[in-house]
C-alpha cells in the first residue's frame, strides 16, 4: 500500500472513477441526437451503472453516489424529483445485496440478476411516478425502457469493465 501524497492522491482519483463514468454516461444520453425520447437513456445507463457497480465494486459506488447520481438524472431529465434517486438507491441495495450470488458468476447470470433488478426498478419507477401525478402513468414507456436497458447492458458492462481495469492498482 502506498502511503505518500501522491499514492493516495492516485487511489482517491481512481476510487470516483465509478461515480465519475456514470455521471458522464447519464450526460451523453440527454445530448440532443436527434432522436425521439433519446433522454429516455439516461436513466436507463444509470441504472445500468450503479447495479455494475453495486455488485463488482460496491465499496466505490456506494449509497450516496447513488442518491447523487439519481438526483442528476432527475433534474437533468425534468421527471419527478427524487425518484430516480429513490429508484437507485433500491437498485444499489437489491444489487449490493445479491453480490454474493451475482459477483464472480458467468455472464448470463449478472444479466439475468440485471433483468430481475431493472424489472423491480421500472414496477417501482413505474408506482411512485403514477403517485406523483395522481394517475395511473401509461407503462408502455416503462416496459420499452427495461427492454432497451437489457438490451444495451452486455455493452455498457463490458465497457465498465474497462473501466474497473483502470481502477486496479498496477
Known amino acids: 500500500m502506498d502511503t ?11 476510487s470516483g472513477i465509478p461515480f465519475f463514468v456514470s455521471l458522464l454516461l447519464v450526460l451523453a444520453a440527454m445530448l440532443p441526437y436527434g432522436l425521439p425520447k433519446s433522454s429516455l437513456a439516461a436513466p436507463v445507463l444509470a441504472l445500468i451503472s450503479v447495479y455494475y457497480w ?8 456506494p ?24 429508484v437507485l438507491i433500491l437498485v444499489h441495495w437489491a444489487a449490493s445485496g445479491q453480490r454474493r450470488a451475482l459477483a464472480g458468476k458467468s ?14 426498478a421500472a414496477v417501482v419507477s413505474w ?3 403514477s403517485l406523483f401525478h395522481a394517475t395511473a402513468i ?23 469493465s474497462r473501466m474497473q481495469n483502470l481502477i486496479r492498482p498496477s
Open 127 to 129: 408506482f411512485f411516478a
Open 138 to 160: 401509461e407503462s408502455v414507456p416503462l416496459i420499452v425502457s427495461h427492454a432497451i436497458g437489457t438490451a444495451a447492458y452486455p455493452l455498457v458492462a463490458i465497457f465498465l
Open 63 to 86: 449509497a450516496g453516489a447513488a442518491f447523487l447520481l439519481g438526483l442528476m438524472v432527475d433534474v437533468l431529465s425534468g421527471g419527478p424529483p427524487g425518484l430516480n434517486a429513490l
Open 107 to 120: 455472464f448470463a447470470v449478472g444479466w439475468l440478476g440485471y433483468l430481475l433488478i431493472a424489472a423491480g
Open 4 to 14: 505518500s501524497l501522491a499514492g493516495r492522491l492516485v487511489n482517491f482519483a481512481r
Open 54 to 61: 453495486s455488485v463488482f465494486r460496491p465499496e466505490l459506488m
